[in-house]
């Protein structure tokens, strides 16, 4: 299997922050936020492994800088390691003042998808290629990141055994 760039991953979504899509502090929404990372993400997962993906795990996000309604928010994500069949994608959401073009890093987020094969089955994916500064110092610190993702999904699966499924 041929091994990709991230660019070839890379995806860019840009949008205007409107009324509907702000919180009671008048920013971004986080869960608005959220859920249009995730979807730029799985684009990403699907580009790089040319297979359907899921979602494994939101690793992280987090949130550095209020989106305000007279921003543009600006998603860009990309695949910056894999192991087997997962992958790690990065999110950088750009905020953007539309009067003064002012960029801020609004938050960034760590996202895992796995490749399915025809049976919904984990299946391999290619390997990545860093080129750029930014591309490289993610993909050397993944191993570490996915250390302590398989460390925390275990210590969930042992939280989950003393969880009950009982009505309230």
Known sequence: MEARYCRESRVIRTSRVFPNDVNNHNTLFGGKLMSDLDQVASISAARHSRR??????????????PVRTTDAVCFESYVTWTGTSSMEIFVKIIAEDLKSGERKIGATALLTFVALDQHKRPTPVPHVIPETEEERKLHETAPERARMRKESKQKSKELATFLTTNHP
Do not use: G, N, P, R
């Open 52 to 65: 359907e993906c899921v979602t494994a795990s939101t690793d992280s996000v987090d949130f550095l800088h």
